[in-house]
Nanobody, 114 residues
Framework: VQVLESGGGLVQAGGSLRLSCAASGTIFSVNVMEWYRRTPGKERDLVASISTEGITKYIDSVKGRFTISRDNAKNTMYLQMNSLKLEDTAVYYC?????????WGQGTQVTVSP
């Protein structure tokens, strides 16, 4: 399974961005898909996840601002990020879980400016 993120960029605080994650390969084996982010000097942290059935989970700091979704027909996952804050600045990574294996994308930079 290969995953590729897109949609990062520079946005002012309070603005919005939409990230996409396209999965290819042995798609039928992918179940949960997740978004992570990493800031300099820190570990990669889980931001949100979505199951094949559409069950979603979020960390507290993004609840009400971020929305994770997926289109199983297109094998694509999205992260709609609204009301962005300076502290949301990070490299965002997509992870696709297929059985016991996790497949990471290369990451996409999100920078929120004052």
């Amino acid at each position: 399974v290969q995953v590729l993120e897109s949609g990062g960029g520079l946005v002012q605080a309070g603005g919005s961005l939409r990230l996409s994650c396209a999965a290819s390969g042995t798609i039928f084996s992918v179940n949960v898909m997740e978004w992570y982010r990493r800031t300099p000097g820190k570990e990669r942290d889980l931001v949100a996840s979505i199951s094949t059935e559409g069950i979603t989970k979020y960390i507290d700091s993004v609840k009400g601002r971020f929305t994770i979704s997926r289109d199983n027909a297109k094998n694509t996952m999205y992260l709609q990020m609204n009301s962005l804050k300076l502290e949301d600045t990070a490299v965002y990574y997509c992870k696709a879980l297929a059985g016991p294996f996790g497949y990471w994308g290369q990451g996409t930079q999100v920078t929120v400016s004052p």
